[in-house]
Structure formats: C-alpha cells, structure tokens
C-alpha cells in the first residue's frame, strides 16, 4: 500500500493467477462492503447470491474478452458503497481500474 492509502491493482489476489494472455481481467471484491442487493446477479451470469449468507460472490475471479462485458455491468450497478461499487474490474495488462472507475483514472478504488 502507498503513502496515500492507494493500492496497485496488481497487489491484490495475483498470487494463484492465470497467465495474462489467457485471462487479462479480474475481479477484486470488496466482499465486506457487500450488503446483499443481488444487482450483480441480475446482469452477469458470473455473479451469484450465495442462499447462506445472503451476499454475491462471482464463480471465476480472473476471465477473458468474452466475458468482460457482463462484468463491467455488475461493477456499475452495485449500489453498494454510495453507489461506488464494491465489485472492481482490472486489467491485468495495465494494472487499471476498468469499472466502476470512480475516480476516472484506473487507480484502484478498494476501501478495505
């Protein structure tokens, strides 16, 4: 973690990664932040609500291409956070923020 609380993408949850050039996208999740409304769901076939306890959890954490679409469109729609989100969308390649991107600089907006 920087001085300035800012975290690089890259530090967080890479460690049992697939190589980038087969999965150039995860996922980081807040899942403290998460308070159930089940959006995500809604818009991605990546996103489920779990029956026990009662929050959404995604079934693949790093995806392709084919997949970013949807995922992009959870990130947007969580309302959680004062509508922030806690669903965040990298790339892997750039180390950027794709969604939800509050800050509009790719700088990654956890707040652990």
Known sequence: ????????????????????????????????KCFGAGKCAEVSAN?????ASGMA????????????EHNVRAAEVC???????CIHVVDRRTDEEIAPDPHGDGT???NW
């Not at 890259?10 to 050039?21: C, L, N, T």
């Not at 996103?47 to 029956?51: F, L, T």
């Not at 079934?59 to 970013?68: A, K, M, Q, S, V």
């Not at 309302?79 to 989100?85: E, M, Q």
């Open 57 to 68: 959890q995604p079934e693949e954490y790093f995806f392709g291409e084919e997949d970013l």
């Open 1 to 32: 973690m920087s001085d300035d609380g800012i975290q690089r993408a890259s530090d967080v949850g890479s460690s049992d990664a697939p190589p980038v050039e087969e999965k150039p996208y995860k996922i980081i999740f807040e899942a403290n």
């Open 108 to 110: 990654l907006s956890v």
């Open 47 to 51: 996103w489920e609500m779990s029956i």
């Open 79 to 85: 309302p959680a956070k004062k509508d922030d989100g």
